[in-house]
């Protein structure tokens, strides 16, 4: 079993729907949780960041953390085209420990 | 410079070739990250340097890879005896304390071994 599990997708949804992205995890020792986006041939770019469970918005994103199941979830509100990229979750033990990544999820949004 | 700047963004070897990618992080970041991301997976860690001592290796995948940051700035990634396998694209990211250890990456140089 991979530490992290991410649907690789494809996703496509037309513009304006809320898109509903999870990954779960399997080791408690996470801590820190984190939502990346790349953009074909960029590298991944940080979406949000939380260590807590709960909810954490910024604009059309939340970000959701579930630790007693090891489920973390990014729901972006008002999908517009240029959403369309790959979603990375990504996990760390500690604040400036190496990242484990899920495969990621490719979206496309369509106007 | 104003991020993660990483060269070349190809390189193209022959197998059993050796190969050096260089990093130049963000400046004053401390840490610097390298990962390597195969087609249509995550990125996955390789090493972690926290100044010019790498902190974490564990993700090495075999002798022939080794990383070097002399100064405690730019990092370079040598990679020996080149297997078609390795190709992929090389990560890089840097962070500090002080930009609350987010890790900020580059675009990355694209690897392929013919």
């Known amino acids: 079993q991979k530490e992290v599990e991410q649907d690789p997708g494809p996703l496509s949804v037309p513009e304006g729907a809320i898109v509903s992205l999870n990954c779960t995890y399997s080791n408690s020792a996470f801590q820190y949780f984190m939502w990346y986006r790349q953009y074909s041939r960029k590298g991944p770019e940080l979406l949000m960041y939380?260590?807590?469970?709960g909810n954490k918005e910024d604009g059309r994103f939340t970000a959701q953390v579930d630790k007693s199941s090891k489920y973390i979830s990014l729901f972006i509100r008002d999908s517009q085209p240029s959403d369309s990229a790959t979603y990375l979750c990504a996990v760390a033990q500690g604040g400036s420990e190496k990242l484990v990544f899920g495969k990621g999820t490719k979206l496309t949004v369509n106007p | 410079g104003a991020g993660v700047s990483q060269t070349p963004s190809n390189k193209v070897t022959e197998k059993g070739k050796y190969v050096e990618l260089r990093c130049d992080p963000i400046?004053?970041?401390?840490?610097l990250y390298w990962y390597r991301q195969s087609l249509g997976q995550g990125p996955e860690f390789l090493i972690y340097f926290q100044g010019t001592g790498a902190a974490d290796d564990s993700g090495l995948p075999n002798d022939r890879f080794f990383a070097v940051r002399p100064e405690g700035s730019v990092s370079t990634l040598k990679i020996q005896r080149t297997e078609r396998g390795d190709s992929a694209v090389y990560l890089c990211?840097?962070?500090?304390?002080?930009?609350?250890?987010?890790?900020?990456f580059g675009p990355g140089t694209r690897l392929t071994v013919l």
């Open positions: 990211a840097s962070s500090s304390r002080l930009a609350g250890d987010t890790q900020y």
């Open positions: 400046s004053g970041h401390t840490a």
């Open positions: 939380t260590y807590s469970s």
